[in-house]
């Protein structure tokens, strides 16, 4: 049996050897630690600094103002790798880290993906994370996996934008890209957005449908969702179900579906992802944060609030069937505000 730590290990060597990253030496660790800070800041409080240019005091202040969130860990370099991204000319302008234990089935675990603003718009966290994909797959490992906060806002619309798929949001956003996930894309069409899915022979297909019925989602299936691999699956309707987040759209059909979004709560239906970014807006909020969200909250009567909470000892109950055929009702014109632009519009 294929060892996933010995793949792992020969996966972080091919990007040491590669052209883009440089392994962060030991001597690298306060510099390191400090380009995360400089993520950290821009990511949870909207803030540009430069990593390079920090002093003790500011690095104290950033870090209180932070929370828990910005405490240092010491000895990172015992569970991942770290590594600089250079530009065409050498010079050190990001970051990233990989796990040296596989995360989900079996992928590389990405973090502290940063990129200085100075030097975006050139492909280069792109690249890296071509490189890492480009490592996993070489030694037998399905892709690799990435965590982003919901309310990062342009961190989340770019990884939509690189095709990464949607596979829970237990702790915040995960993201992966594997070689059993074709590429995919949103498109708007009747006021619906499709997503839709490469195929080799047919060209760019859909496979779900997201529309409106009055204040609710009205999500529909093609007969070629049905023909879907299970991974495809798996993660098609968490996937789509953020792009409609990002776009200030419904995420909840019914009373009855929002009353068990709990269910989902890890992963799955729409209505689990508007529970778990209620949550996480919640939470931020508490922490001081400012949280400039798309996201439209469920407004519900009380009494069916009340329902929506997991119950102790009461049986599962199913949920309403879903229905299928492929239309959906259009808004009223004038009741809501122009929404925000679509993930994959170009915007960041």
Avoid at 229 to 238: L, Q
């Amino acid at each position: 049996m294929r060892s996933w730590d010995a793949a792992v290990e020969r996966a972080q060597d091919r990007l040491a050897a590669g052209p883009r990253l440089r392994a962060a030496g030991p001597g690298d660790e306060r510099r390191f630690a400090l380009w995360d800070l400089a993520s950290l800041v821009e990511g949870g409080l909207g803030e540009l600094v430069d990593p390079d240019g920090l002093a003790p005091g500011a690095e104290r202040a950033w870090r209180e103002r932070l929370g828990e969130s910005g405490r240092e860990w010491p000895g990172g370099e015992l569970y991942r790798r770290r590594y600089w991204i250079q530009d065409d000319a050498g010079a050190v302008v990001g970051t990233v880290a990989v796990d040296n234990w596989t995360k989900g089935p079996s992928q590389l675990a990405v973090s502290s993906l940063y990129v200085t603003p100075a030097a975006r718009g050139r492909g280069l966290a792109a690249a890296a994370l071509d490189e890492v994909y480009a490592a996993a797959t070489a030694e037998g490992l399905p892709g690799f996996r990435l965590e982003a906060h919901w309310t990062w806002q342009p961190a989340v619309r770019y990884y939509l934008r690189r095709g990464l798929w949607v596979v829970g949001w237990k702790h915040s956003l995960s993201f992966a890209r594997m070689p059993q996930l074709p590429l995919h894309r949103v498109r708007e069409e009747d006021g619906r957005l499709l997503l839709l899915v490469a195929d080799r022979l047919r060209g760019w297909v859909p496979i779900l449908a997201a529309g409106q019925e009055g204040r609710w989602l009205r999500l529909d299936e093609t007969a070629d969702y049905r023909g879907c691999d299970g991974w495809v699956h798996e993660y098609a309707r968490s996937t789509l179900a953020l792009y409609l987040a990002l776009a200030g759209r419904p995420l909840v059909r019914g009373p009855q579906w929002w009353a068990e979004a709990w269910r989902w709560s890890d992963a799955g239906e729409p209505e689990g992802l508007a529970y778990r970014i209620e949550e996480f807006e919640r939470v931020a909020r508490a922490a001081g944060r400012r949280v400039v969200s798309p996201y439209r909250p469920v407004r519900l009567p009380e009494s069916v609030l009340v329902e929506s909470a997991p119950p102790e000892s009461v049986p599962p109950q199913s949920v309403p069937p879903q229905s299928v055929p492929p239309r959906s009702a259009p808004s009223r014109p004038g009741s809501r505000p122009a929404p925000p632009r679509l993930a994959d519009s170009g915007d960041g």
